[in-house]
């Protein structure tokens, strides 16, 4: 970002917004987000019914629960999580390093082919199970050698079919050359935004291919889980984590108008985080028979990372520090420091999750099921729908239709995330203790109904935000009524 | 960077680096003893190996950021990127809401 000549020069030789970011492709993408996060709260919902007996399509093959539930994951990174992160990358890439995406028509072809893959992987789980016995794809399986069935890959989070995985592959790789070129042109100290999302292309490249393809076809028994073990975790840690701060580090101090309180902080975090983070996947496999020191370097690298952790939240709050008011004032703002409350109460979990002794109780229970829904929906999620809040009167160049529905959309779903991971938490103890004392499976299950009764009103409620933040976006791209249209680049106070 | 602000960084880097070097020093020659008695720490290379390779390739990228004087001013990006920030939103009017002040 060095730039020679005077600073009058400089000022008019640089590009504008317009030249950098293509807002078009933003817009899909937050739309393409939004569709698919739809698809897994019904999801998400359907399986919470399934938990309390009442399923509504009971014997309906390619609606059964189990395949549903797989959808309602795999809608939510890779259809929800990474369209949202994409699209934002597309915005702030080009305007943090004064360079565009090293190809437009390239980021197009990604764009459509994502989608492309996220649906096959829907279709591939939905209706591949249905297909694999018929005598043609056996015979197919049986000519070609193919490793798997048509449907899902039996691995967390890895569910998606094995003949999807190389082309997802290919696609985080574009993904990578489009926008490492543009921070590769960039000039002089990188802003820790960079460091991130340049780091974030690498590991989630390298993470998918660790966690799709050598337990498929080059590792198996205790090593696979070892390896499964690795990426689940690093999927949330090597991929959303840091393009989640990435965007928290550019995001917050523009809407706060004041500099994060310590660069060379988050700098220490992003190195932390480089160094610590890629080991402690195996903590979701302790007392397994994976040797006991990898379990153990796993705990350690665990309690590195929460030190890490705390150091980015450390910041954040000392950004805020004197600027306090613009938790209640500005809702983007509110949606990003609730999403910190949530990450530290995360981190605080993890650190007493990743003890020999907690595990015993909650391991398996819906502790962990509570823990996720946290992290996903409470951290990462919150700061995306915060940063949508923000950029859509930009992108549509007017202001939200109704404020009380964004109002809504933050309370019903801060609040009912709030009660189901509160809920979901009580309901894994009990289970640990429940199977603790040996009694008759039943008996857990039957234990937690009330809790899985509360979690779909939770649900509900998260998904009435949804609808509302949905009837208000189009409301709002339709320019119905509410638009005393202010001209997005007419001369005045910026963004706010 | 204000002294307050360079001691809580010394702090932190000292509180993470010194206790995960440890553990980690301590966890790895124990891993080599296992490796070396047979006694089934071959099946461990995968994650371990895993690690090595993305940490050498973090190392020298940490090396190379060093070398390009990455940390020199280390406070400058944060200021520059809020400049640069304000320049490309010049004349920008959006408010979020009508009501919005
Ligand atoms: C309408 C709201 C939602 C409901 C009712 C819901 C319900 C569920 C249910 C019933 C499960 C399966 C739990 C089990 O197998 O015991 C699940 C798993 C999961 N959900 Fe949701 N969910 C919702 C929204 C979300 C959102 C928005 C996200 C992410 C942003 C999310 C992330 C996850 C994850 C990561 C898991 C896997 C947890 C694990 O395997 O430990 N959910 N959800």
Known sequence: MTHGASPTDRAAALPTHDDLVDERIVICYYVAALSFLTISMIAGLLMALQLVHWYPFKGVELLSPGRWRMIHTNAIAYGFLANAFLGTLHWAVPRLTFHTVASRALSWFIFVAWQAIVLATAVGIVVGPTLQDRPWLLAAAKAWHLPMSLGAQGLEWGETPFWIDPVALVGLALVAVNFMVPIGRSRGPMYVSLWYFMAAFVWTFLTYAMGNLLPEYRVAGTSAGAIGGLFIHDLVGLFVTPLGWGLMYYFVPILLKKPIWSHGLSLVGFWGLAFFYPLQGIHHFLYTPIPMFLQYGAVISTIAVELVVATVVINFFGTLSGRGQAFFDNLPVRYFYTGMVFYFITCFQCALQVTLTFQKLIHFTDWVVGHAHLVMFGVFSLWLFGIMTYLFPRLLGRPWWSRSLCEYHYWLSAGGLAVMFLDLTLAGVFQGYYWASLQPWDVSTNGSQPFWITRVFAGLAMFAGLICFLVNLWMTARGAEATDPLPARAAGTPAA | ?101
């Not at chain 2, 993470?16 to 071959?42: D, M």
């Not at chain 2, 090595?52 to 001013?73: E, I, Q, V, Y």
């Not at chain 2, 200021?79 to 408010?95: H, I, K, Q, T, Y």
């Open chain 2, 1 to 101: 960077m204000t002294r307050i602000q360079s001691r809580v960084t010394a702090l932190m880097a000292v509180v993470i680096l010194l206790p995960s070097l440890y553990g980690f020093a301590g966890k790895f020659l124990e891993f080599v003893h296992i490796y070396r008695s047979g006694g089934g720490g071959e099946f461990a290379v995968a994650p371990i190996l895993n690690y090595l390779l993305a940490s050498a390739g973090f190392f020298c990228m940490l090396l190379w950021a060093a070398w390009n004087g990455m940390f020199r001013d280390m406070e400058r990006p944060k200021n520059e990127f809020l400049d640069n920030e304000s320049r490309l939103d010049a004349g920008v009017r959006a408010p979020l809401f009508r009501s919005h002040p």
